[in-house]
T-cell receptor
Framework: DSGVTQTPKHLITATGQRVTLRCSPRSGDLSVYWYQQSLDQGLQFLIQYYNGEERAKGNILERFSAQQFPDLHSELNLSSLELGDSALYFC?????????????FGPGTRLTVL | QQQVKQSPQSLIVQKGGISIINCAYE??????FPWYQQFPGKGPALLIA?????SEKKEGRFTISFNKSAKQFSLHIMDSQPGDSATYFC????????????FGTGTRLQVTL
């Protein structure tokens, strides 16, 4: 158990809908990362927050957004969902923002868009 | 643009054998190279990591070999066990500019009895 929690574990929804994925980092970790894992794209970095502020952005679609709250939990919002958004979404956390600080991954949220 | 290439895609090794997974990177600014292990239904977990100032790092049965000039690094699993059956991802990071991990495509390892 990494100490990172993600809810829900599974989400099934329809195209065009909007969903919110939630992540609670390990106690004491200030940095949160979101990754998408799909069969064709592998593990792709989406976005990073550090202590409430956006720190780095990867291949995140404009339909997707994220935020980190004062209690350090983070939410990933996915809107206007398409079939291709079906994937595993992982949240990871680390104590600091960089310098190879070990990232601890949560168990993921499996999103299925029908 | 795939910046970290990983091979093989899948690997079958007998119990007690050596599993070898290779990765190559393009971005010379990468300076931290972790390997992650992922079991079905779980998130990736850090296995071992190396920085380019050393050519080898060993932790138990797991060894990373690093060749800076060739921009390649590999994971060796000695005395492979059925419990090692998982998907392994190499990754790379530029610690100076960002914290995002760039992952390889993964290797599915199966260790048979």
């Amino acid at each position: 158990d990494s100490g990172v929690t993600q809810t829900p574990k599974h989400l099934i929804t329809a195209t065009g809908q909007r969903v919110t994925l939630r992540c609670s980092p390990r106690s004491g970790d200030l940095s949160v990362y979101w990754y998408q894992q799909s069969l064709d794209q592998g593990l792709q970095f989406l976005i990073q927050y550090y202590n409430g502020e956006e720190r780095a952005k990867g291949n995140i679609l404009e339909r997707f957004s994220a935020q980190q709250f004062p209690d350090l939990h983070s939410e990933l919002n996915l809107s206007s969902l398409e079939l291709g958004d079906s994937a595993l979404y992982f949240c990871a956390s680390s104590e600091l923002a960089g310098n190879g600080n070990e990232q601890f991954f949560g168990p993921g949220t499996r999103l299925t868009v029908l | 643009q795939q910046q970290v290439k990983q091979s093989p895609q899948s690997l079958i090794v007998q119990k007690g054998g050596i599993s070898i997974i290779n990765c190559a990177y393009e971005n010379t600014a990468f300076d931290y190279f972790p390997w992650y292990q992922q079991f079905p239904g779980k998130g990736p977990a850090l296995l071992i990591a190396i920085r380019p100032d050393v050519s080898e790092k060993k932790e138990g049965r797991f060894t990373i070999s690093f060749n800076k000039s060739a921009k390649q690094f590999s994971l060796h699993i000695m005395d492979s066990q059925p419990g090692d059956s998982a998907t392994y991802f190499c990754a790379a990071l530029n610690t100076g500019t960002a914290s995002k991990l760039t992952f390889g495509t993964g290797t599915r390892l199966q260790v048979t009895l």
